[in-house]
Each structure stands twice: as structure tokens, then as C-alpha cells.
């Protein structure tokens, strides 16, 4: 479990473009780069991972930590539970979407979609407002661990289907 927040947190600093977790209050700080005019740091951005598996306390949890200043809430695969696939309207995503804009922060929400008859393995990006700022249909949507308990005999999400590409979306990480 451990070498998987490790390599979630790795994806999601890759992801900021190597800014390191702080506090957002902390002033730019300048490099060795920055010396020899090639510029400065942005800013450090705080980003909580949450691992808890329990949906009914996840808006909690999430409220509580972004409290503390968070930039970015990562929340863990699947957190309204494997095979429960949802739509973006659900009472489990507007509570996300209330948390993301009371304190002003990211969250980003992997769940299994609901789209009509198919169910994609997703990771919705919510942005400080409180709206979707962007979604990705999972290239290798997650697996059943272990793999015997496979839904409806199929790997993935219930009959999740794999995205087709790796978008990018714009934040306001400078």
C-alpha cells in the first residue's frame, strides 16, 4: 500500500511540474536556476492524499483536510467503491464539488462513471470553484485486487472501458 501512495504522489508532483507540497502563503523562492536568469520556482503547493475507503466519510475527511490549507486533494481509486459506478451528478460528487469551492481547492475524484450503458474508469478533476475542470477516462482502468473478485466476470470497472487519451488541464499551479 505503501509503494502505491508513494508512486500516486510521485505521478501527481510529475503532474504539478515538480512543485514541491507547502503552504500557499509561502513567498516564490529563488534557484540556483533563477541566479543564473533562467528564472524562478512557483510557488510550493500543499497536496493531501486521502486513503480512506469509506464513501459516507469522505466528504468529511476531505473538509477537514482541506482546512489546512490544501492546494490539491487526491482521493483514493474508486472511493465511492469498486462496481458502484456513478455519474457526475451524484449526492457523493456535489459533495466534493461543495468541498472544493467552500475552501477554494482541487480535488481530484477517481470514480467509475456512469455514462449511459458504459461505465469508464474515470478521474474527474474539480476544480476551486467547485466545477469540473477536466476528466480522464483511465487508459488501464484499475484492477480487482485480487483479481478473483472481478465484477460481473470482467477486469476493471463492472465492463469499464479504457480512455483513448491522456489529456491535460489547465490549473493555476505557476
Known sequence: MRLV?????IAVF?????VMPGTAEEPLRETAAADAGKGKTGRPVRIIVISERKPEQMAEIA???AGSSANLIVLPATWPGLGNAITTDDPLMKAMAAVAKKHHT???SPIDRQVGDVVYN????IGRQGKIAGMHNKLFPLLP??????VNGEFGSLNGRP?????VFETDFR
Not at 122 to 125: D, M, P, Q
Request: aromatic share 4%; hydrophobic share 40%.
Open 5 to 9: 501512495k508513494c508512486v500516486l504522489l
Open 14 to 18: 510529475a503532474l504539478l511540474g515538480g
Open 63 to 65: 473538509d477537514r483536510e
Open 106 to 108: 482541487y480535488i481530484v
Open 122 to 125: 474515470n478521474s474527474v478533476l
Open 145 to 150: 485486487d485480487p483479481p478473483s473478485q472481478a
Open 163 to 167: 480512455g483513448r487519451d491522456a489529456p
